[in-house]
Antibody, heavy 116, light 110 residues
């Protein structure tokens, strides 16, 4: 079964850091680009970051550039998002998604709450 | 950066046809993808590359794209189609892997 499972979310104070993980299974992980997409409570989808299959190409939304770092470990079939200098507006459900022609597989998300 | 505009809401009676639009500058030159998201669930891809359907998506879901407007059409709407729908394109103006989502449309089945 093709599956993405996110972990690492939680409650964190403003200015602190958090590292999200996404474990992939059921497909050849290193054949695909992977992305993070977030959704603030009651709001729409917002793209956060993406990484090519070999980490050679990386992109970030302007809202997280300089604070978040995406990476992947193909040997471990895992995607990561290092989030530094967190702000209240980063509070959201964070999804990882597999990119084929489009985002064809999504995880169930991990919730990040930034609050003092 | 590139902007996609969707109507906040669309309402339709069961059995009728729902059309959800996604506006963008010369969007017809891009590939548009559509996602369905039901409350408490992750998004699901329902149409990719303007008009193709992933396996398992009913033929009632179709898409088109021309000029400045892409459209998701849901025929013979059912109560289970009630959800939020998002369009998405790759942002070619970004030098690396940019992605743009529309603001989302809430489909209400009356």
């Amino acid at each position: 079964e093709v599956q993405l499972v996110e972990s690492g979310g939680g409650l964190v104070q403003p200015g602190r850091s958090l590292r999200l993980s996404c474990a992939a299974s059921g497909f050849t992980f290193d054949d695909y680009a992977m992305h993070w997409v977030r959704q603030a409570p009651g709001k729409g989808l917002e793209w956060v970051s993406g990484i090519s299959w070999n980490s050679g190409s990386i992109g970030y939304a302007d809202s997280v550039k300089g604070r978040f770092t995406i990476s992947r470990d193909n040997a471990k079939n895992s995607l990561y998002l290092q989030m530094n200098s967190l702000r209240a507006e980063d509070t959201a459900l964070y999804y990882c998604a597999k990119k084929d022609n489009a985002f064809d597989i999504w995880g169930q998300g991990t919730m990040v709450t930034v609050s003092s | 950066s590139y902007v996609l505009t969707q109507p906040p809401s669309v309402s339709v009676a069961p059995g009728q046809t729902a059309r959800i639009t996604c506006g963008g500058n010369n969007i017809g030159s891009k590939s548009v993808h559509w996602y369905q998201q039901k409350p408490g669930q992750a998004p699901v891809l329902v149409v990719y590359d303007d008009s193709d359907r992933p396996s398992g998506i009913p033929e009632r879901f179709s898409g088109s794209n021309s000029g400045n407007t892409a459209t998701l059409t849901i025929s013979r709407v059912e109560a289970g189609d009630e959800a939020d729908y998002y369009c998405q394109v790759w942002d070619s103006s970004s030098d690396r892997l940019g992605v743009v989502f529309g603001g989302g449309t809430k489909l209400t089945v009356l």
